[in-house]
Nanobody
């Protein structure tokens, strides 16, 4: 069983930056996709970004394009994925979750990801 642990959330002012990290406890499959989602209370979980663990073109939600960057290690013993968030807006406030799925196809729906972290709170406010 893969366990994912997020870190790096917090409070930031509008226009600021944060970097989220997601570490996998261990690798159980050789080819996989990492994703980031976010959720606001009372709303459905929303796709943010995804990328294959060994690189390749990432997939982003329109709302975060040109502001967020997902990076995955080409070769990393810790299997850590990052989400660099710049030019943050109050609408980016949410609990952010990392997720993983086996395979090479990038997916943007939560149901496609069997493995999830516990989430980390990001609050954008002045």
């Amino acid at each position: 069983q893969v366990q994912l642990v997020e870190s790096g959330g917090g409070l930031v002012q509008p226009g600021g930056s944060l970097r989220l990290s997601c570490a996998a406890s261990r690798r159980t499959f050789s080819i996989y996709v990492m994703g980031w989602f976010r959720q606001v209370p009372g709303k459905e979980r929303e796709f943010v970004a995804s990328r294959r663990h060994n690189g390749g073109r990432p997939l982003y939600a329109d709302s975060v394009k040109n502001r967020f960057t997902i990076s995955t290690p080409i070769a990393d013993a810790n299997d850590t994925v990052y989400l660099q968030m710049n030019s943050l807006k109050p609408d980016d406030t949410a609990i952010y979750y990392c997720a993983a799925r086996e395979g090479i196809v990038l997916k943007n729906t939560p149901d496609e990801y069997p493995y999830w972290g516990q989430g980390t709170q990001v609050t954008v406010s002045s």
